[in-house]
C-alpha cells in the first residue's frame, strides 16, 4: 500500500525558502513518479514538479523552473521540493502524489495516490 507523508510547510516572506519533504512508502521505484503539486484557495490543482524514481529526470511548470528544484534521496525513500525565491502567488497548500507509468509527469490526472499535503504562505 503506496502512503505518503508531507512536511516542510510554513509561512515566509517574499524573497525567502522552504523545503519540503515527501517520505514515500509501498512505491515501485522502478515505475513510479513523484510529483508535487498546489492548490491556492479558490483555485484549481495544477502541477508544480515532478521525479521519475528510477533515473531521477525531473519535470516542472514553466511558472517555478529556475525556483523551485525537486530532488530525491533513495536510502531515506524521500522526495524534496526545494523553493526559492518564493512569491505570495506561491501560496497554497502543496500535495505530494504518486503515480506510475506516467505520460504527463506534472499532469495531476496521472497520480493514484496523494498525500494530505502541507501548507506553504508567503507574506509580502
Not at 14 to 36: D, H, I, Q, Y
Not at 84 to 94: F, G
Amino acid at each position: 500500500q503506496v502512503n505518503l507523508v508531507e512536511s516542510g510547510g510554513g509561512s515566509v516572506q517574499a524573497g525567502g525558502s522552504l523545503r519540503l519533504s515527501c517520505e514515500a512508502s509501498g512505491v515501485t521505484r522502478s515505475s513510479t513518479f513523484l510529483g508535487w503539486f498546489r492548490q491556492a484557495p479558490g483555485k484549481g490543482r495544477e502541477g508544480v514538479a515532478s521525479i521519475y524514481l528510477r533515473d531521477g529526470s525531473t519535470y516542472y511548470h514553466d511558472s517555478v523552473r529556475g525556483r523551485f528544484t525537486v530532488s530525491q534521496d533513495n536510502a531515506k525513500n524521500t522526495v524534496y521540493l526545494q523553493l526559492t525565491s518564493l512569491k505570495p502567488e506561491d501560496t497554497a497548500m502543496y500535495y505530494c502524489a504518486a503515480g506510475q507509468w506516467v505520460g504527463s509527469p506534472i499532469d495531476e490526472y496521472e497520480y493514484k495516490f496523494w498525500g494530505q499535503g502541507t501548507q506553504v504562505t508567503v507574506s509580502s
